[in-house]
């Protein structure tokens, strides 16, 4: 098995900063691509930024420049640096990652319970 456990959303005030982390665990031999998406109410589920295994990143348009994610294949881990917040990005911010796991050995796409991220004006 596979989990997808993430951490680091509160509450900010517009303008401010947050950092998420994701941390995968379980039976992994491999991870390739990790991501972030975020849902906010009412609204579909929409991905916000995606890294590779070799660092390539992939960005919403809405976040470029603001947002910034990274990874460290050693901890199995992927972070979002989130600058300059605005009440707009708030949303449950989900990790998801596509894993090669030792017990399948397949890859299949998981994902994280979801982090509330909430930006007051």
């Known amino acids: 098995q596979v989990q997808l456990v993430e951490s680091g959303g509160d509450l900010v005030q517009a303008g401010g900063s947050l950092r998420l982390s994701c941390a995968a665990s379980g039976t992994i031999l491999r991870i390739s691509v990790m991501g972030w998406y975020r849902q906010a109410p009412g609204k579909q589920r929409e991905l916000v930024a995606s890294?590779?295994?070799?660092?390539?990143?992939n960005y919403a348009d809405s976040v470029k420049g603001r947002f910034a994610i990274s990874r460290d294949n050693a901890k199995n881990t992927v972070y979002l640096q989130m600058n300059s917040l605005k009440p707009e990005d708030t949303a449950v911010y989900y990790c998801?990652?596509?894993?090669?796991?030792?017990?399948?050995?397949?890859?299949?796409?998981?994902w994280g319970k979801g982090t509330l991220v909430t930006v007051s004006s």
């Open positions: 890294i590779t295994s070799s660092g390539r990143t």
């Open positions: 998801n990652a596509d894993v090669l796991s030792r017990a399948t050995m397949n890859y299949a796409t998981y």
